[in-house]
């Protein structure tokens, strides 16, 4: 496993709590990346206890957003795991600062490797959380993971349409598309002849005028030091590789959502300009203990951090009667 170097001092973007134990650990997935994750224990800790890993958002790190859920879900009496996915914070893999959509499903199933062998953990009660552009892969990691027994997204988003399509009310024509290709692909020639990626650069230092709204919450969230800023999260520092498009629009997510046998459920915010790809992926699924929670006035990045909004009994008590 590669060496990596953690850090030991409390960085989170949230308050440690007092019911929680906390540490950091690593772990391997099948394609030989070494996964940093902070693990979450509670301090009244029960034999044969349900485990969660956590993902997200896209461009996040584990101190921010997938944190505050694993801690929030240990208070709640569970195991709870957020990781950096491959290629981002403080995990391995190189080039830094970029996202395939088998490797972060398969970060998933390697997390659930890790957490099912935890000697505290029963191994048939093991869920996940997929937050914002992780919970794509979330479900994506469900359909073809049986180990998960149960899933849910918050404020997710399907980065392989987004990508390829466009916003539904921003369409990429079929030209478009098209222009879009050229213009990735001889980014891959720059690259090539560079010897390192270039990256698309984080959110500007500066609040952006005339910006669509739910970009003014992206900034105010990422940038702001109360809340999201660490300069070691994608959307904070370079941003991702330019050719960082390429494999999401070439490879769709929840394909196979269809066939996803374990409960779900979809968290998404009623304002939020993200909230079709819930409600898409919700006509997907098949099963019959599928449910889609909207949260009134409830906007894209109200999940990541506004603990008024994100309903943490609620997904507590989803794991508690879907795990059994």
Known sequence: ?????????????????????????????????????????????????????????????????????????????????????????????????????????????????????????????????????????????????????????????????????????????STGLFQAKETLNAQRNIDFRNGKPEYIGGFPKERPTGAPQFMLDYWDFYMSPERGYIDRAPACSTGWTKTTPLSFINTPLNTFAGEIESPVLLIHGEKAHSRYFSEEAFARLNGSNKHLLVIPGANHTDLYDNLEVIPFDLIADFFKDSIA
């Open 1 to 173: 496993m590669t060496d990596l170097k953690l850090t030991r001092i409390w960085d989170k973007k949230f308050p440690k709590s007092d019911k929680v134990d906390h540490c950091k650990v690593t772990f391997q997935n099948r394609f030989g990346i070494s996964l940093a994750a902070d693990l979450y224990m509670p301090k009244e800790l029960e034999n044969n206890a349900t485990a969660l890993a956590v993902a997200g958002p896209f461009g996040a790190v584990k101190e921010q957003v997938s944190g505050r859920y694993a801690q929030a879900m240990a208070e709640r009496g569970f195991i709870a795991m957020a990781f950096d996915p491959s290629f981002t914070g403080e995990t391995g893999g190189e080039p830094r600062n970029t996202a395939l959509p088998d490797i972060n499903t398969e970060d998933f199933s390697a997390a659930v490797d890790y957490l099912a062998s935890l000697p505290e953990v029963n191994a048939e009660r093991i869920g996940i959380i997929g937050i914002c552009g992780w919970g794509g892969m979330a479900l994506n990691a469900a359909a073809i993971d049986t180990r998960i027994k149960a899933t849910v997204t918050s404020t997710m988003y399907n980065m392989s349409e987004q990508m390829h399509d466009g916003y539904k009310f921003a369409p990429v024509s």
